[in-house]
């Protein structure tokens, strides 16, 4: 049984200076490095695996596995380049994680690229961070120019005979790019839309090339892994969802901020650490992920806040983006506001999220105006069924979420908002 | 004027500079945008043409990145570019307060510029998508940079003081320059005075709020599993 909280990607956070290299050589930085090396890509692939490593990004996919399946011939006549692109372009509301692991241990995203990059035989690797996050990319191309001083970036490194480049890109403000297809476009100089898969990464990614995206947090943890093994890995968190990970508390609690705790711990557990509701107003509704995930209420304090726990209480366990919102927050107008986001956000590409999302959000505009009828309820429910899993990518999924979820569980406040609207009964007012 | 007259060799040999740092030409394009705005403040006519020119792209192609992403501004920017987070969760703390406050105070609306573009103090607002600082919310960014846990009267004091010519320190942030100058660092060129470099990379990061998790497992004594000296798995050779 682990501690309520296992500090192990923000415990180099506290000290001085974390950002820089010299205090990061000092807390065993660029040790895992040196023991990667040693071994063998294969070697490297399985460990991710046996620690059970699942994507911190929001899917919460198999790393090992993705690892996997970039091709292992290199030297055939007609192998490709192999890449690795970091999504680093945070931007699901309510996520606020990797952007502060970024700007506090840059190096210990540098040195799990590094890694990752052997363990998949890539010999350049891309950062995608997303344009806004400028204080991040400044401390990001520092860190990387001393990493290439220090011989941890560029040819032969640390005399392994292993070459990489590492190159920082900004993106321009699309919350679509953190879709890895789009990301991939955005990074080839196109406008950041989905790609149909298959193919799928591995097989055509950057420049047509067999390509893996993982998030940031996941190649973070990549050196605590392979210095402490799978089985130390497995310590913290649940079976099917081990490990650490930051869960970021924001909204209505007395004492917001950036919490890493075993996988599977609650919201109850969550607020205890966080000083409980702000001013011991009552909680009413949250994500558990960021706005894309379904919204729990008051009733779902003991799910497990892991992968499996939250699908399987109707949710997703997203990217731990837990925004707390007390009983004075109107839902209807929650759901507005985030619906108007996927409206400013979708991409355009297919019709059902391009469309779906302007109904959607006219509709809801017009509710919280307080002109909306019984009826837009079911016209809601209706667009939404008609974009969940007919539109090109999550992003239209993710739109629905808070849409359906919110009728779901507080359909009385939509009705509400529709009471003045009522049709008269013919002679009632005679 | 023609893109040539606009944009000098100094900003060529950047533009060539960000051709050289990919595989393929056009992955340069999203930097050389941003390194558009650094010199004009926004992407304009003549800034699609020059990097169409260096990357041997159509105009059409450009002009179609251009439109996508929403830090390309088609509008002259003011001295400062200042963006109110108004999604859900900052929102709901007082980001909409904010952002009503400030566009009442400046008389200007979304992407629109209070005093003459590009003039010392000039100010343009815009509400923005999630910022990703939400432990610290509402928060603003001016250039980029930001301003934690505001209020309205909080905003209205910032953009004040950066009318007047003041660059009031931000929260997390290098020390605040403007919006070009922002521009120029997203595109990948940093201040070469090591000592000046030094003093904005070290700019402050961290908020009370960041460290929370970290500092109370500090003061419960509460840790990860320690940590033994294991050798990487055994895999058979194939």
Known sequence: MSDPLTPVLTKRWLSPNSWRLSVYEQLEGYQALRKALRGTPEQLVQLVKDAGLRGRGGAGFPTGLKWSFMPRDVNGRTAKPHYLVINADEGEPGTCKDIPLMMADPHSLIEGCVIASYAMRSHHCFIYVRGEALHCIRRLNAAVREAYQAGYLGKNILGSGFDLELTVHAGAGAYICGEETALLDSLEGRRGQPRLKPPFPAAAGLYASPTTVNNVESIATVPFIVLGGSDWFRQMGREKSPGPKIYSISGHVERPGQYEAPLGTTLRELLELCGGMKDGIPLKFWTPGGSSTPMFTADHLDIPLDFEGAAEAGSMLGTTAVQVFNETVSVPWAVMKWTQFYEHESCGKCTPCREGTYWLAQILERMVDGRGTEEDIDTLLDVCDNILGRSFCALGDGAVSPITSGIKYFRDEFLALCESNKRELVGAQS | ?238
């Not at chain 2, 992403?69 to 703390?93: F, Q």
């Not at chain 2, 250039?143 to 003041?166: F, H, I, K």
């Open chain 2, 1 to 238: 004027m023609t893109s040539t007259q606009i944009f000098d060799e100094d900003t060529v040999a950047k533009a060539q500079e960000l051709i050289a740092r990919y595989p393929q030409s056009r992955s340069a394009l999203l930097p050389m945008l941003h390194l558009v705005q650094s010199v004009q403040g926004y992407v304009s006519q003549e800034g699609i043409d020059f990097c169409a020119q260096q990357l041997d792209l159509s105009e059409a192609e450009v002009s179609a990145v251009v439109t996508f992403y929403t830090m390309y501004k088609r509008r002259p920017c003011g001295e400062h570019l200042v963006s109110v987070c108004t999604n859900t969760l900052c929102a709901a703390l007082g980001g909409d307060a904010v952002y009503k406050k400030l566009s009442e105070h400046l008389g200007v609306g979304h992407e629109e510029v209070a005093g003459e573009p590009g003039a010392p103090g000039s100010i343009m607002l815009e509400h923005a998508e999630c910022l990703a600082a939400c432990d610290l919310a509402p928060v603003l960014q001016v250039n980029y940079e930001y301003y934690d846990r505001q209020t309205p009267e909080s905003a209205v004091e910032l953009v004040d003081a950066l009318r007047r010519g003041e660059k009031p320190a931000p929260t997390r942030g290098a020390p605040l320059s403007d919006f070009k100058g922002a521009e120029r660092q997203l595109a990948g060129f940093f201040p070469e005075d090591e000592q000046i470099y030094r003093s904005e990379v070290d700019g402050p990061s961290q908020a009370v709020e960041t460290l929370r998790g970290a500092q109370l497992a500090a003061e419960r004594g509460w840790t990860a599993p320690v940590m033994e000296d294991v050798p990487l798995p055994e895999v058979e050779k194939k």
